[in-house]
């Protein structure tokens, strides 16, 4: 059974940190592209950042040089390192993992950033 579990997220003031966790099990995670995103209300669901299974990053344009993705194979988890947080990045954040059409998704974890 694959499951991703997700931890961190909270309340935070703007301009203030916060690290998302998220642990998967049952996969053969070092393969997997790890991906980060997250829904606003009323919004679509965008992708804030990826990392591919030889390490490859991407950012979106609103979170770059802000957000740091990262992955540890060993302990089979991703994170999100969130720095200088806005309100607009207020949302619900998921995080997914890929691989060769298989995909997953954890449950979600709410980020609120006050102005």
């Known amino acids: 059974q694959v499951r991703l579990v997700q931890s961190g997220g909270g309340l935070v003031q703007a301009g203030g940190s916060l690290r998302l966790s998220c642990q998967a099990s049952g996969i053969n995670f070092r393969l997997y592209t790890i991906n980060w995103y997250r829904q606003a209300p009323g919004k679509e669901r965008e992708l804030v950042a990826n990392?591919?299974?030889?390490?490859?990053?991407n950012y979106g344009d609103s979170v770059k040089g802000r957000f740091t993705i990262s992955r540890d194979n060993v302990r089979t988890t991703m994170y999100l390192q969130m720095n200088t947080l806005r309100p607009e990045d207020t949302a619900v954040y998921y995080c997914h993992v890929k691989s060769h059409g298989l995909s997953w998704w954890g449950q979600g974890t709410q980020v609120t950033v006050s102005s």
């Open positions: 990392m591919t299974a030889d390490g490859t990053r």
